[in-house]
């Protein structure tokens, strides 16, 4: 059984850091609780008792999302069902219902944050590829002489390994801010054991823009999960394609050193196959996906 002294839930930002900075050790800060309730299971056959819950669900601040200078910030209780039902973010984060739609099932994407997701730090959560594509950063904040602080950290630098991140004791994630790519193609490869409900052993997100032509590249972001304790972004990948006519040649090209720049820079080789397919599937798919522009590959110009 997981048992508690007190179970705190704050309706204000001031009030989940002022609870949280002074809750006793081994008290737990929770959104959806949908990783700390399996780890309260994991190993035991029974018994956690947790001095305090902070439960941060119903956080005025952390509801809902901004757009600004090309950017949307997402309140650090977006859940990724909202990825899948609210219309803006399905326009402006193109690969995150393809990322959604494959996270756990129905009942626990309506309760699994992002941030939470983040938070966990796992090698293998879906969150950071998609979140590292679509360069994102993660707002935390504390309490310092009673004045609300903040800090902000790009994903790759929030993240330092696995389970490990650059929260300190008395902070929260707010939000996370992600670029807005309106008229992109996204997409989301994973593999695990089941497609679902299991955890991916790796996964790739990309998001893709043809220009307005359909034959050229004019933008392109791929990041990798699962290969390595932090995601991936195959820069030199995306450069490469910048520019180029769309081909299947082009994209075999950039799978292929897409597992080399992999290959650089983790030493999980048996997983080379399975980069090169991702990259390839997830550039294609995502073209395929892309609103508005008819997409012509080069071969089938010339067939
Ligand atoms: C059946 C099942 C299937 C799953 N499938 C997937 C999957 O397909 N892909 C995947 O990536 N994950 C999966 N997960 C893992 C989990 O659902 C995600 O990691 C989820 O996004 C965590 O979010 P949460 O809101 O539930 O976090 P919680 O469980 O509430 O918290 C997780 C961690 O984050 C911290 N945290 C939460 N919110 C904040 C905040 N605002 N500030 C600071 N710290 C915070 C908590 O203290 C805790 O350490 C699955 C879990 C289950 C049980």
């Known amino acids: 059984m997981l048992t508690c002294d007190t179970y705190h839930l704050p309706t204000t930002l001031r009030d989940a850091l002022e609870l949280w900075s002074e809750a006793p050790e081994g008290s737990r800060l929770v959104s959806g609780a949908t990783d700390i309730l399996p780890w309260a299971r994991e190993g035991r056959a029974g018994d956690v008792h947790i001095p305090s819950f902070v439960d941060v669900t119903r956080v005025a601040e952390f509801e809902g999302h901004s757009l600004a200078n090309g950017r949307i910030t997402l309140g650090a209780n977006v859940v990724y069902q909202d990825f899948l039902t609210d219309g803006v973010l399905k326009h402006l984060l193109p690969c995150m219902p393809y990322c959604a739609i494959w996270f756990a099932d129905d009942q626990i994407r309506e309760q699994a944050t992002l941030a939470g997701n983040l938070a966990n730090a796992s090698p293998v959560a879906d969150g950071t590829p998609a979140v590292a594509a679509l360069n994102g950063a993660v707002e935390i ?116 050193l897409a597992a080399d720049e992999v290959a650089s820079r983790s030493r999980q080789e048996y997983r080379r196959s399975v980069v090169i397919g991702f990259v390839k599937a997830g550039i294609e798919e995502a073209l395929e996906n892309q609103p508005d522009v008819d997409v012509k590959f080069e071969e089938m110009e010339n067939a």
Request: include cysteine; hydrophobic fraction near 40%; proline fraction near 3%.
């Open 141 to 256: 904040a504390r309490l310092e002489d009673g004045e609300i602080k903040t800090r902000r950290f790009t994903v790759s630098d929030f993240i330092l390994g696995p389970g490990r991140t650059v929260l300190q004791p008395g902070e929260i994630i707010t939000s996370v801010s992600l670029d807005a790519l309106a008229g992109y193609g996204g997409s989301f490869q994973k593999v695990g054991q089941r497609r679902s409900l299991v955890i991916s052993i790796a996964c790739c997100a990309a998001l893709v823009k043809a220009d307005s032509t359909g034959r050229v590249f004019d933008d392109v972001r791929l990041a990798l999960g699962g290969v390595g304790p932090r995601p991936i972004r195959l820069n030199a990948v995306e450069s490469q394609l910048r520019g180029e006519r769309i081909s299947r040649r082009t994209i075999d090209r950039a799978a292929q």
